[in-house]
């Protein structure tokens, strides 16, 4: 199982991202998927979740309204839209599958003006 992500940059404050992750070696239409955020000298924190089943969302109150994540089965890839960014937003991101306890390499995002 792999997980490749990509999509992060640098922006100013205010600006938008999408970050991608593409999901290959598993059904993937069948597993929740989630996008986790480390900053240096932070613990990783999970910044959204979706359900495969009922494509339920989840977001902690520092993202949500912001963030969004969505999934297209047809690409096996999980996306997470992110909007408004914040300097606070500046990690990087990483993609999980739960079930499997797979992580991705990374993507780093940095919110500068």
């Known amino acids: 199982v792999q997980l490749v992500e990509s999509g992060g940059d640098l922006v100013q404050p205010g600006e938008s991202l999408r970050l991608s992750c593409v999901v290959s070696g598993l059904t993937f239409s069948r597993y929740g998927m989630s996008w986790h955020r480390q900053a240096p000298g932070k613990e990783r924190e999970m910044v959204a979740a979706i359900n495969s089943v009922t494509n339920s969302t989840w977001y902690p109150d520092s993202v949500r309204g912001r963030f969004t994540i969505s999934s297209d089965n047809a690409k096996n890839t999980v996306y997470l839209q992110m909007n408004n960014l914040k300097p606070d937003d500046s990690a990087v991101y990483y993609c999980?599958?739960?079930?499997?306890?797979?992580w991705g390499q990374g993507t780093q995002v940095t919110v500068s003006s």
């Open positions: 999980y599958v739960p079930d499997i306890e797979r």
